[in-house]
């Protein structure tokens, strides 16, 4: 059941009848709403040039509503989803990004000051629930175990950023900050994400390694499954640093992940 059947259901609840017209087709096939039909629960009646369906058994049809869509509420998180639908997923809702944070600058929290060093330093990460995050030097970070060291790669001159779960543009929004590094994959997921990126802020730089060709040849491996599709954002970039990475990816049919780290 999803939001269609919802309102389908909740007019037939409200109004004890719908047109056949007024009845989505995905409704109208559907297994349950044939189930009502068969079972005399809706039953279909001539109605000028077409036909209707009428709630003939009103205690029966309550029953149902009730089995499948729990509680009648405006859904705004996951938890309103169960309760509504019986199912998280079935309605997309916006909840609030939770990024993690590294680094040995002091950043601003939602408008607060925060000493970031010092949770660095005695828990390794700082992670929050945040609607606004502002520091002078960001770098987004794709994997979690690259973020846990990204200083020893990068300096400490930055604010390190690992997201839980995709980043999409409503999460880049929380962002404030004058310069942007992205450290990701050098496959074409990373490039779209970098791509993504670069849509909302014009100013985002690809990190790539100076040593990227040798590291390449050590520690690349074959390209298949879904980090072979490259997209049409990725095809048409004029970027320098997309088109190498592109065009080695192209060349070899080969990738390198950002763990190269680990062989240093």
């Given at each position: 059941?999803n939001q269609?059947d919802?309102?389908t259901?909740?007019?037939l609840?409200?109004?004890?009848?719908l047109t056949e017209?007024?009845?989505p087709?995905?409704?109208?096939s559907s297994?349950?709403?044939?189930?009502?039909?068969?079972?005399?629960?809706?039953?279909?009646?001539k109605?000028?040039?077409?036909f209707r369906?009428e709630?003939?058994?009103?205690?029966?049809?309550e029953n149902f509503?009730?089995t499948?869509?729990?509680?009648d509420i405006?859904?705004k998180?996951k938890?309103?989803?169960?309760?509504?639908?019986?199912n998280?997923?079935?309605?997309k809702t916006?909840?609030?990004?939770?990024?993690?944070l590294r680094?040995?600058d002091t950043?601003w929290?939602?408008g607060?000051?925060?000493?970031?060093e010092?949770y660095?330093?005695k828990?390794?990460?700082?992670a929050?629930?945040a609607e606004?995050?502002e520091?002078?030097?960001?770098?987004i970070?794709e994997n979690l175990?690259?973020?846990l060291?990204a200083?020893?790669?990068?300096?400490k001159?930055y604010?390190f950023?690992?997201k839980y779960g995709?980043?999409g543009k409503e999460?880049?929004?929380s962002?404030?900050?004058?310069?942007?590094?992205v450290?990701v994959?050098?496959?074409f997921?990373?490039?779209?994400?970098?791509?993504?990126?670069r849509?909302?802020?014009e100013?985002?730089?690809?990190?790539?390694?100076?040593n990227?060709d040798?590291?390449?040849?050590m520690?690349?491996?074959s390209?298949?499954?879904n980090?072979?599709?490259?997209?049409n954002?990725?095809k048409q970039?004029?970027?320098?640093n997309?088109v190498?990475?592109?065009?080695?990816?192209i060349?070899n049919?080969?990738?390198?992940?950002?763990?190269?780290?680990k062989?240093?």
């Amino acid at each position: 059941m999803n939001q269609t059947d919802f309102r389908t259901y909740k007019k037939l609840k409200d109004d004890a009848f719908l047109t056949e017209k007024a009845v989505p087709k995905t409704v109208l096939s559907s297994p349950h709403f044939q189930g009502l039909v068969f079972s005399l629960i809706l039953e279909k009646t001539k109605s000028g040039r077409g036909f209707r369906y009428e709630v003939s058994k009103v205690t029966e049809f309550e029953n149902f509503f009730k089995t499948h869509f729990p509680e009648d509420i405006e859904v705004k998180d996951k938890s309103d989803n169960v309760r509504k639908f019986r199912n998280s997923k079935i309605q997309k809702t916006v909840s609030t990004p939770i990024f993690m944070l590294r680094g040995y600058d002091t950043v601003w929290i939602n408008g607060q000051e925060l000493n970031l060093e010092d949770y660095t330093k005695k828990f390794q990460l700082f992670a929050c629930n945040a609607e606004k995050i502002e520091a002078e030097r960001i770098c987004i970070v794709e994997n979690l175990d690259t973020f846990l060291v990204a200083e020893k790669l990068l300096g400490k001159n930055y604010v390190f950023l690992h997201k839980y779960g995709r980043i999409g543009k409503e999460s880049l929004s929380s962002l404030y900050t004058n310069h942007l590094l992205v450290f990701v994959d050098y496959d074409f997921n990373g490039l779209e994400e970098f791509l993504r990126i670069r849509e909302v802020f014009e100013f985002a730089q690809l990190h790539i390694p100076e040593n990227y060709d040798e590291l390449f040849g050590m520690y690349s491996q074959s390209l298949k499954g879904n980090k072979a599709e490259m997209t049409n954002r990725i095809k048409q970039s004029s970027d320098v640093n997309v088109v190498k990475i592109r065009e080695s990816i192209i060349r070899n049919n080969r990738f390198l992940e950002q763990q190269y780290w680990k062989y240093d």
